[in-house]
Nanobody
């Protein structure tokens, strides 16, 4: 099983980034896909969740209206479009896959830094 994130980097406040996660080794369409983040000195936080293609999505209040999660079950990818970025969005962002049977997989994380 592999979850490989990409797309992180340094961006100025108000800017945008698009994170991507490429999954392999499991039946992608059967898994809830999420993005988490962890800032220095803070606990890991659930940012956004996608239940299935065309299905429901959920966001933490602090990113609603700015971030969009999307998935492509044919390509086994999940993305996080992040707009209007703020310094408080700075964190390591992790891709997560979770099944209804309790299987839980994590990517290695990608750093997002929002700073002028």
């Amino acid at each position: 099983v592999q979850l490989v994130e990409s797309g992180g980097g340094l961006v100025q406040p108000g800017g945008s980034l698009r994170l991507s996660c490429a999954a392999s080794g499991f039946t992608f369409g059967n898994y809830v896909m999420s993005w988490y983040r962890q800032a220095p000195g803070k606990e890991r936080e659930l940012v956004a969740t996608s239940i299935s293609v065309g299905g429901s999505t959920n966001y933490v209040d602090s990113v609603k209206g700015r971030f969009t999660i999307s998935r492509d079950n044919a390509k086994n990818t999940v993305s996080l479009q992040m707009n209007s970025l703020k310094p408080e969005d700075t964190a390591v962002y992790y891709c997560n896959a979770r099944s209804i049977f309790g299987r839980n997989y994590w990517g290695q994380g990608t750093q997002v830094t929002v700073s002028s």
